[in-house]
């Protein structure tokens, strides 16, 4: 796999923080009291919206590379 480098490092932090308040923003505050419950929240949250979106990219990237060399 290659490593994001430096500027692209920034970019996904700075994405990751906006990720992070929007989670934060819709997670109840009795999901957040102890470690285990928020590695779960969170574990839970990125299945359920994070995922998906991602993989969702990544296979229009794919189906577009078929298309353009079969």
């Not at 700075?14 to 923003?25: E, G, N, S, V």
């Not at 505050?29 to 839970?44: M, Y």
């Amino acid at each position: 796999m290659t490593k994001l480098n430096e500027a692209d490092q920034e970019k996904l932090k700075q994405h990751l923080k906006a990720i992070d308040k929007i989670l934060h923003q819709n997670t109840p505050l009795d999901k957040l009291k102890t470690f285990e419950q928020i590695d779960t929240t969170l574990r839970e949250q990125i299945q359920e919206e994070i995922t998906p979106e991602i993989a969702q990219f990544f296979f229009q990237k794919l189906a577009r590379l078929k298309r353009e060399d079969p």
